[in-house]
């Protein structure tokens, strides 16, 4: 059974940095693709950026130039670095595994970490 656990959420200035982690309980090279999504009260969840398993990242406009994904296939984990954090990017931020096997295609999604971006 696959887990995803996130983790590094917080309350965070305007300006402020946050990096977020999201490690999995198998490799995630079982994955065609990882990403992280967000949602702020009352807001349908939206992209943030996705990372395929080749190593090609994508972003939403919202965090381009301030947010980076990364991961690190020695501990399974997948990284959403943010950047010159704005109140607006106040959500709870949620990763996400994509697989594909044959004609099957399955998301895993972790529990969500809480982001707060406020003075």
């Known amino acids: 059974q696959v887990h995803l656990v996130e983790s590094g959420g917080g309350l965070v200035k305007p300006g402020g940095s946050l990096r977020l982690s999201c490690a999995a309980s198998?490799?995630?090279?079982?994955?065609?693709?990882m990403g992280w999504y967000r949602q702020a009260p009352g807001k349908e969840r939206e992209l943030v950026a996705t990372l395929t398993r080749g190593g090609s990242a994508n972003y939403a406009d919202s965090g381009k130039g301030r947010f980076t994904i990364s991961r690190d296939n020695t501990k399974d984990t997948m990284y959403l670095q943010m950047n010159s954090l704005k109140p607006e990017d106040t959500a709870v931020y949620y990763c996400?595994?994509?697989?594909?096997?044959?004609?099957?295609?399955?998301?895993?999604w972790g529990q969500g970490t809480q982001v707060t971006v406020s003075s």
């Open positions: 996400k595994a994509h697989t594909v096997v044959g004609p099957t295609s399955t998301d895993y």
């Open positions: 198998i490799s995630i090279f079982s994955f065609n693709a």
